[in-house]
């Protein structure tokens, strides 16, 4: 299902930006929310505290060497390419130590894996009875509800399923995610890439359709 902008609850609205933030490693400050009504002022706003230099460099090419020269370090895989599967390069019984050992190796978090969805949706289900039950019995009620959040949490932190198939999807991701650290200059930006980003991470994140991401769109 594709929503509109505008129909976006202003706390995820709000994640999504903050994550923008941390790839771009620049800073929105409350006047610059305030000032903003549509999706071309945000993006316009976002652009403007981006001081880095610009290079006319791809930087998917260079999340993809850089992510393809430490994973050939370190656990002798080679010929790597986009359609490298991931369930290969990271088996399962192994998965989570792999994925730890590259991610301290890049200096950020792959956000790769995450839990099976028939247990997510026995605890989510079992969090949503235990607020029912708070007006039946507080104390039933309470331990379903710390059961439900502990489980919600274990299973998000040892969830092995991957959620994207490819080094070439994975190369993308830390693009998106991760664009000024994945950046063989750091200190450098390819002008004529962010504002696809930003559309991207917002189309993602929310399930907004690209085409409705319009500068006129409303926030």
Do not use: H
């Amino acid at each position: 299902m594709k929503y509109k902008l505008e129909n976006i609850d202003l706390g995820d609205l709000e994640d999504v930006v903050m994550k923008l933030e941390d790839s771009f490693e620049v800073q929105l400050t409350g006047i610059d929310i305030l000032k903003i009504n549509n999706f071309g002022e945000l993006t316009d706003i976002i652009k403007e505290k981006i001081v880095f230099e610009s290079e006319e460099n791809c930087t998917s090419q260079q999340a993809f060497y850089k992510l393809r020269s430490v994973i050939e370090k370190e656990f002798g895989i080679e010929n790597l390419n986009p359609k490298s599967k991931l369930s290969e390069i990271f088996p399962k019984k192994e998965r989570l130590l792999k994925i730890k050992l590259i991610e301290e190796k890049l200096d950020f978090k792959l956000k790769i894996t995450q839990p099976k969805s028939i247990f997510l949706k026995f605890f989510t289900y079992l969090l949503l009875v235990s607020l029912l039950f708070f007006i039946i019995n507080y104390k039933i009620a309470s331990i379903l509800f710390i059961t439900s959040i502990i489980g919600i949490w274990t299973l998000y932190k040892f969830g092995k399923e991957l959620n994207i198939n490819t080094f070439g999807e994975l190369a993308e991701k830390m693009k998106r995610e991760n664009y000024s650290k994945v950046r063989r200059n750091k200190n450098s930006i390819n002008k004529k890439e962010i504002e696809k980003i930003i559309i991207d991470t917002f189309s993602i994140e929310l399930d907004l359709d690209k085409t409705k991401l319009t500068r006129n769109a409303l926030l």
